[in-house]
């Protein structure tokens, strides 16, 4: 049987994770990751650090398994807190739990489990890993977990083969209800807890407020666009000229397109397709963010979900942006393949058809989605199975 690290967090997932692991008959190790200190900006009752490493502590202890406390905040605001303030400046919405994925739990936590001789890590994600051969080598898949409500494997698609050889998800086969059946079963603490939300194992945050330590609120206007404004298209920004750059080309928002509606407290806490915390009414219908301009502090806004300024046919992600977790499947420049894709977590998947050129890989929509949203990830799938994924440019 293996020696196995999982990264308990306070939550239930994680705590039958562990017990399923140990009825394998697998040594078992808990580790707890602290990620912040500073409890100014999270919502105490949402996600309380602490309590968390208690009723992590707690579980370990029923368990029978040792249990530690690890403190990798040092890394966590390298990594992640840094990373999230410069994409926010640039008017950006970066994924925090994608990269503290990629970067914490399966960088810095999986360095420290191996340290302690450990053959896997293991997380309570709700999604499954299995290997197969391709011309003689092992190459290790990631598919969607089987609770469809839950399915976490969005959050891993920055993984690669090498994360994902040493990485175990014991509750991926299994519903969410379940899992709190086990855990009432086993009379665990973790058992009717709620799920976390907001930041990966900080909590939940007021972003205003979390942003406010280093973006300062800046005074602009919001700019109302009507839907039946037509909006010119940015072609300079496109890397090459071809029928798939036209088609995922960017908006070019300018504020002769409409009218002053209102102020906001600064662009870069805004992000395409927000409703809340634009405070302003007397519209017909609900006003939706349909672009930001950091660099001169405009918000624009449309009425309603079916606003053409919130719709994209296709969007394009940098090649240096493009990941292949099936690295067997990559693309080459100049090949195409059709698969099903998402831009955000229990998005359902819709098909697409990725065309690869020496810049990049433009993502060609067969319906358009709306909130394409630049510094998010795009992941496509082919049935079950994650195949690669990429940070949204446009």
């Not at 008017?91 to 990269?99: A, E, I, K, Q």
């Not at 090498?162 to 665990?188: C, M, N, W, Y």
Request: charged residues 25%; proline residues 4%; negative net charge.
């Amino acid at each position: 049987m293996a020696r196995i690290v999982v990264g308990l967090s306070g939550g239930v997932d994680s705590s039958v994770a562990a017990h399923l692991l140990q009825e394998e008959g697998h040594e078992v190790i808990a580790l707890f990751m602290r990620n912040w200190h500073d409890e100014t900006v999270t919502i105490h009752d949402e996600c309380p650090w602490i309590e968390d490493s208690n009723d992590a502590m707690l579980v370990a202890e029923k368990l029978g398994i040792p249990f530690q406390v690890i403190d990798l905040s040092e890394e966590y605001k390298e990594r992640i807190v840094d990373y999230m303030f410069s994409e926010y400046e640039h008017g950006r919405t970066p994924n925090p739990d994608v990269l503290c994925n990629r970067e914490i739990k399966f960088d810095v936590f999986l360095e420290k489990a191996l340290s302690l001789g450990a053959d896997y890590v293991a997380t309570g994600h709700y999604c499954r890993r299995d290997e197969m051969e391709v011309d003689g080598k092992t190459v290790y898949r990631l598919l969607s977990g089987v609770d469809n409500n839950k399915d976490q494997s969005y959050f891993l698609c920055q993984l690669n083969q090498e994360q994902l050889s040493k990485a175990l998800f014991p509750i991926g086969h299994l519903q969410k209800s379940e899992v709190r059946k086990i855990a009432t079963e086993l009379d665990l603490v973790t058992a009717d807890k709620k799920d976390s939300q907001g930041l990966c194992f900080v909590g939940k945050v007021r972003l205003p407020d979390f942003l406010q330590q280093q973006l300062a609120p800046k005074k602009g206007q919001v700019i109302e666009i009507a839907a039946e404004t037509e909006i010119p298209k940015d072609y300079s920004r496109l890397p090459e000229q071809n029928e798939w750059s036209e088609k995922a080309a960017p908006f070019a928002f300018s504020a002769d397109l409409g009218s002053v509606k209102g102020e906001h407290s600064g662009a870069h806490y805004f992000t395409i397709g927000q409703r809340k915390g634009l405070a302003i009414g007397g519209t017909p219908e609900p006003l939706f963010v349909i672009g930001t301009d950091t660099e001169h502090n405009l918000i624009y806004a449309g009425q309603g979900e079916a606003h053409p300024g919130l719709r994209k046919e296709a969007l394009f992600v940098a090649a240096e942006d493009v990941h292949w977790l099936r690295e067997d499947l990559a693309l080459k420049s100049g090949e195409q393949a059709h698969y099903s894709a998402r831009i955000r977590y229990r998005q359902p998947l819709f098909p697409v058809n990725l065309h690869a050129t020496d810049k990049g890989l433009y993502v060609l929509f067969e319906e358009a989605q709306k909130a394409v949203t630049p510094g998010q990830f795009v992941a496509w799938y082919q049935g079950e199975e994650l195949i690669g994924s990429g940070v949204i440019q446009f």
